[in-house]
């Protein structure tokens, strides 16, 4: 799902805590050292996503915020924000030259430069929130 989150909305910030569950804490956010990327040129999205992409030769950016049960990634238009909610077990993630992930039939590919290799720890850390959060609900295997 994808918000236009420029201008504050009790009722998205409401979707977005059912979807991805509420922000991490002060403290929470401390022992995980952080819980944002860096901004990140957008290379590349899918079609239904090319109106939130600036028309013009201007770059585009985007960055990701880990939640409890997914991720948000806020992409920027000029003075637009739009936040793609994407629960874990809809994320789908493709390291080709660069990052690209996938979700809700959308994709966004993320540019393989000193802006996203800067990125590489928080990627670890969101590989390994998805695999606890896939191991949580995983089948028993001793039957």
């Given amino acids: 799902m994808i918000l236009n989150t420029t201008h504050f909305n ?7 805590e059912d979807l991805v569950g509420p922000a991490f804490s002060l403290v929470q956010k401390l022992k995980m050292k952080g819980v944002g990327s860096k901004r990140m040129i957008v290379d590349e999205v899918s079609p239904n996503m090319q109106s ?5 030769s201007d770059l585009n950016y985007a960055n990701i915020e880990l939640r ?7 992409i920027t238009k000029g003075h637009k ?7 874990f077990y809809q994320l789908v993630i ?21 802006t996203f290799r800067e990125n590489k720890r928080f990627f670890d850390k969101l590989l390994d929130a998805k695999v606890k959060y896939d ?3 995983a089948m028993p295997t001793d039957l």
């Fill in 10 to 16: 009790k009722d998205h910030k409401q979707i977005i």
């Fill in 52 to 56: 939130m992409m600036n028309v013009v």
């Fill in 68 to 74: 409890p049960k997914g991720i948000l990634i806020m």
């Fill in 81 to 87: 924000s739009f936040t793609w909610i994407i629960p």
């Fill in 94 to 114: 493709y390291k080709v030259n660069g990052s690209s992930i996938h979700a809700q039939g959308r994709f966004i590919h993320f540019k393989d430069n000193t």
């Fill in 135 to 137: 191991m949580t609900y």
